[in-house]
């Protein structure tokens, strides 16, 4: 049985050796950034600081001493004041000359800034031998986050967001960048990209603020626009299937779209309910057998442990449910009957 926990700081080796097969801005390849990273999730559980810098950092084991399989990740607020949320509004623009009788219709890409912030998934990532697993770890891996959102509410914001991966050359390198943000900022994409983490005062100084037509880039490079990674289509068919949709955005690096949703109108969230630990008296028979997500949470590190398992729980969970879980399922999150654990429905 795969165990979900918060990370901690001895799980910084198998990290990096997940995060090989991302090597994103939000899990980087990088053994001091990714210290980094666990440590202001560490805090994050344990409430140490503000809710707007607050990184929450799941990951996936064989057990609950068995190495990092994958990871996943929520941003409480992506975007502020000193650190906006920066992004290409894709827009369209028609032009029409009466006097040729010619009509035109471009794509325009218009620079924005959101200074309040929304909240943001990210960091999925999947060893490549467990992918297509019959238990599903990626999908667990995915919705852990939301079920943890749906069960602290307050501390995220009205909107989600997922940033995903466009089609990259085999190297690495961004076609979109190469054609547009190098030429403003003399950066290579990882250079920007690593930069803009820190300091995204380069792109507001250097990225101009006027619309730009997409027409003026070469063929193969409009194409790209708003397109979702190969390696990302599973991602989004998951995201489209709870409730995300393109934002008609898209990252001003590489051009990956974003999706986003109403953080309350997100399936998995409105779906996460509350129950007791059964002793034997959970749902009559009647109710339907169902793979669940079951989560505790404790003070004291694993703050939060969770396991997908098969259950009988309605569709239409009652107030104070009640769930019988298998003992293996009990000893992994370490409860006994009586405790309250949290419940997703896949």
Request: aromatic letters at 8%; a negative charge; proline letters at 8%.
């Amino acid at each position: 049985m795969f165990l979900l926990r918060d990370i901690a700081p001895a799980d910084l080796d198998d990290l990096q050796r997940a995060a090989v097969h991302l090597d994103s801005v939000n899990l980087p390849d990088d053994r001091p950034s990714l210290s980094a990273i666990i440590e202001r999730s560490r805090a994050s559980f344990a409430e140490e600081l503000p809710v707007a810098d607050r990184c929450f950092v799941f990951v996936a084991t064989d057990g609950p001493a068995g190495p990092v399989l994958g990871s996943s990740m929520i941003f409480a607020q992506h975007g502020s004041r000193r650190a906006p949320h920066i992004f290409f509004d894709v827009l369209d623009e028609e032009r029409y000359s009466e006097t040729l009788d010619l009509h035109f219709a471009h794509r325009v890409l218009r620079i924005g800034y959101n200074y309040n912030g929304l909240t943001e998934i990210g960091g999925l990532v999947l060893r490549p031998e467990l992918r297509g697993h019959p238990e599903r770890l990626g999908r667990s891996l995915s919705y852990v986050r939301f079920l943890y959102l749906a069960r602290h509410r307050a501390l995220f914001r009205d909107e989600v967001l997922s940033e995903l991966m466009p089609p990259l050359e085999p190297d690495g390198t961004s076609l979109l960048w190469e054609s547009l943000g190098r030429r403003f900022t003399g950066l290579s994409y990882q250079e920007a990209d690593r930069l803009s983490q820190t300091n995204k005062e380069f792109i507001r100084a250097l990225f101009p603020q006027d619309p730009l037509y997409v027409t003026l880039l070469p063929p193969h490079v409009q194409e790209l626009i708003g397109q979702v990674g190969p390696e990302t289509r599973g991602v989004e068919k998951m995201l489209r299937g709870i409730g995300f949709s393109f934002a008609n955005r898209i990252d001003p690096f590489d051009g990956g779209p974003h999706f986003h949703a109403p953080t309350d109108d997100i399936t998995v969230v409105r779906g996460t309910g509350a129950a007791r630990v059964g002793g034997g008296d959970g749902p009559e028979p009647t109710a339907p057998l169902r793979t669940v997500l079951v989560a505790r949470e404790r003070p004291d590190w694993p703050r939060f442990r969770a396991v997908r398992v098969q259950a009988r729980w309605p569709a239409i969970p009652e107030p104070q449910a009640r769930l019988d879980l298998p003992d293996e399922a009990r000893r992994a999150l370490d409860v006994v009957s009586g405790d309250e654990v949290a419940v997703l429905g896949f």
